[in-house]
């Protein structure tokens, strides 16, 4: 079973650049997060989409992230413009959800974005 | 405002020795568990989750929850090397539409000393 898939990898922008991240969740899992990790820092929650509908985005910056899931499967999150506190990895992970599973989140590799 | 405390480390113990690791959340409405061990430059991978109160054991590896102490732990038994990382605590909670939401705490950097 394919794990969950982001790209790229790496990133490396000049402040107030913007910058996209793509994420492709487990076949099937209905629920995706967008987590932010600082170096040294547990993962921060972003957005949790479930399907194509937002669960929670209170802690996403607005004025300067956005996410979508559209088709709800694969997603995107963008930065717009990009500040240097915004250098981080940024995690996705994708869930079956409490009732069709454990509750586990699955991560991707990670986008590990500089921003100089 | 949910929060997972950890002591961040480093805790350093000797190969073959037990490595024991806590941390206390503050959301009593917190419904179950996770640690998961991060290596350096690599993303989170699940070691164990927990639901009920008391031990539950998995290789070398025991969970203990106290909910009405609101602790967490982890105990790893017979050390490796290969145990060296970051251990990272999680608190869920169902976050509506049958899915979950984890907090995760800063975590804990374990060194195995060979």
């Known amino acids: 079973e394919a794990g969950v898939a982001q790209s790229p990898r790496y990133k490396i922008i000049e402040k107030r650049q913007s910058v996209a991240f793509w994420c492709n969740p487990i076949?099937?899992?209905?629920?995706l997060y967008w987590y932010q990790q600082i170096l040294g820092q547990g993962p921060k929650l972003l957005i949790q989409?479930?399907?194509?509908?937002?669960?929670?985005d209170s802690q996403l910056p607005k004025d300067r992230f956005s996410a979508e899931r559209l088709k709800g499967v694969d997603s995107t999150l963008k930065i717009q413009p990009a500040k240097l506190e915004d250098s981080a990895v940024y995690l996705c992970?994708?869930?079956?959800?409490?009732?069709?599973?454990?509750?586990?989140?699955?991560f991707g590799e990670g986008s590990r974005l500089t921003v100089l | 405002q949910k929060e997972v405390e950890q002591n961040s480390g480093p805790l350093s113990v000797p190969e073959g020795a037990i490595a024991s690791l806590n941390c206390t959340y503050s959301?009593?409405?917190?419904?179950?568990f996770f640690w998961y061990r991060q290596y350096s430059g690599k993303s989170p991978e699940l070691i164990m989750f927990?639901?009920?109160?008391g031990d539950k054991e998995d290789g070398r590896f025991t969970a203990q929850l106290n909910k009405a102490s609101q602790y967490v732990s982890l105990l790893i038994r017979d050390s490796q090397p290969s145990d060296s990382a970051t251990y990272l605590c999680a608190a869920g909670w169902d976050s509506g539409a049958g899915s979950y939401q984890l907090t995760f705490g800063k975590g804990t950097k374990l060194s195995v000393i060979p």
């Open positions: 959301d009593r409405g917190s419904q179950s």
């Open positions: 992970a994708s869930s079956l959800g409490r009732t069709a599973g454990t509750g586990e989140l699955f």
């Open positions: 989409f479930q399907n194509n509908g937002v669960v929670d």
């Open positions: 927990i639901y009920s109160n």
């Open positions: 076949s099937g899992h209905a629920t």
